[in-house]
């Protein structure tokens, strides 16, 4: 395998130019199915956040971006998302030696949607209604609701579809007229260092948007920073939980997109050739590594044996190895301490009495970061593996017998992300579809898709990404009471 190797980088990205970095530690990042050095980056610290947030502070207190016409903010996005295109192959190759994501997904993920999230933003905007008027109630006349943009929204984003998760925020936000500082995750900081290159080449006005790489503590200096306007975060709901509380604090605007524990809820009809197709794709995408894979598959009991078998054969069928071969299917995770856990909460299952029927160890004669897709049965609702995200290729199948029992189960969960039905009765799978107590759910299918809004309930976050909702993330609500009268 060849990796695109990134330089040592020293510098943070901030008011339109690249700055030596004031902190002096660095992150190393290893490619997970090789172990070689991909490249290194700054961490920075709380005065590198302080030079971001004071660039993007000055970049919306005094520059052209959230003064622009719609039009022009909306083709300047438009250009950001060519030059985006125009690296999507390098972005792609980096992210898989970066975290491990095989090419056949960091290629669409990470190097075409990002470009496709800007375009859509930037049409959408066109046709946002910044002000409206509104009859009043108890006077004569109307009132202007006008929308305005937050100011400058501090955007914290995973590790496991780096680029996608970033534009699903950074679009939005640029779009109203906010402007940005970019936090990555540590294991993925070098591909958002290709964005700020395709910002310069776009032209982006100096400091609307601005990357600070680094760790927790970094992430933790852009929630604190009194000049961060708004935080939109995606990762564990245990960071999600700090920032909530800081963000309350600080009295500002959080949106939380955090972790899942989905239901595939399989009724005694359904399909069996269209249920498995979805599910060798929505239960271990990314070797398992997405928010809101379908982790739990509740069965009829009187189908349990052919789906369990139809799981186990899906299990053993994948394709491993180098994540940059067009036909590996399935990569390493994206560390040894993410495998760890994996691997602990699994061998806890089997020790409470779950039984493994494929899988549930170490995958053999494989370099890297792998662990084998595993099938468990056996385990109590209640028990850590159905209940906890695990993260990994693991699936948990759980047994009812009827529709009033199989929501029970589904909504046995303190998260509430994502899940489906499958039934071939229409009607009856929207009527089990709108019982579920989560924030999107497909029937005969699962595809969380841009036009929709995408979030969570209960522990799996707070407000909504993507659709046109979204853009309500970044802005606050005005109303000028002129009361005037109606011309006579």
Not at 55 to 61: N, P, R, S, Y
Not at 83 to 106: C, F, H, K, N, Y
Not at 300 to 308: H, M, Y
Request: charged share 25%.
């Amino acid at each position: 395998m060849t990796i695109t190797v990134a330089p040592v980088e020293d510098r943070l990205f901030a008011g339109g130019r690249w700055v030596t970095a004031h902190s002096d530690a660095r992150i190393e990042v290893h490619n997970p199915y090789s172990g070689e050095l991909v490249g290194t980056a700054v961490d920075g610290d709380a005065d590198d956040v302080a030079t971001a947030v004071a660039a993007a502070g000055e970049a919306f207190e005094s520059g052209p971006w959230s003064r622009m016409g719609v039009e022009e903010r909306a083709a300047a996005m438009e250009r950001l998302a060519d030059e985006l295109e125009r690296r999507g192959d390098r972005i792609a190759d980096l992210v898989t030696d970066e975290m491990g994501q095989p090419r056949t997904l960091s290629r669409p993920m990470n190097g075409i949607v990002p470009a496709a999230h800007l375009r859509y933003f930037a049409g959408l905007i066109r046709d946002y209604a910044f002000e409206q008027d509104r009859a009043n109630v108890l006077g004569p006349g109307s009132s202007i609701i006008r929308r305005e943009p937050l100011g400058v929204a501090g955007l914290i984003v995973p590790w496991n579809y780096p680029q996608s998760l970033l534009t699903t925020k950074l679009a939005p936000a640029l779009a109203v007229g906010c402007t940005v500082v970019i936090k990555p995750a540590g294991e993925t900081p070098l591909d958002a260092l290709i964005l700020a290159e395709a910002v310069e080449a776009a032209g982006i006005p100096d400091g609307v948007v601005n990357i600070v790489t680094g760790g927790r503590d970094t992430g933790d200096a852009l929630v604190r920073h009194p000049g961060v306007d708004k935080i939109a975060f995606t990762g564990s709901t245990a960071a999600g939980r700090q920032i909530a509380r800081i963000g309350g604090e600080r009295l500002v605007p959080v949106t939380l997109e955090l972790g899942g524990k989905s239901a595939a809820v399989i009724l005694d009809d359904a399909d069996f050739d269209v249920t498995l197709a979805t599910l060798r794709t929505m239960s271990f995408m990314n070797s398992g590594q997405t928010c809101f894979l379908l982790s739990r598959v509740l069965v009829p009991r009187g189908r349990r044996d052919e789906f369990v078998d139809g799981l186990v054969d899906i299990a053993r069928s994948f394709r491993h190895g180098d994540p940059h071969r067009e036909d590996t299917e399935l990569g390493p995770l994206v560390s040894e301490r993410i495998r760890s856990r994996v691997r602990s909460m699994v061998d806890r299952a089997k020790a409470e009495g779950a039984s493994i029927l494929t899988g549930g160890r170490d995958l053999p004669g494989e370099q890297g970061t792998f662990y084998e897709p595993t099938i468990l049965t056996g385990a109590s609702p209640d028990s850590q593996i159905a209940q906890e995200e695990v993260f990994g290729p693991v699936v948990t199948v759980l047994e009812h017998d009827g529709d009033d029992e199989a929501v029970a189960l589904a909504n046995d969960s303190t998260y509430g992300l994502g899940g489906a039905v499958f039934s071939q009765d229409i009607e009856r799978g929207l009527g089990i579809a709108r019982r579920i107590q989560t924030g999107t759910v497909g029937v005969n299918g699962y595809a969380p898709d841009l036009a929709s809004p995408f979030g969570g309930y209960k522990a799996s976050g707070l407000g909504r990404e993507q659709g046109p909702e979204v853009f309500d993330n970044y802005v606050d609500i005005k109303a000028i009471n002129a009361s005037i009268p109606p011309a006579s």
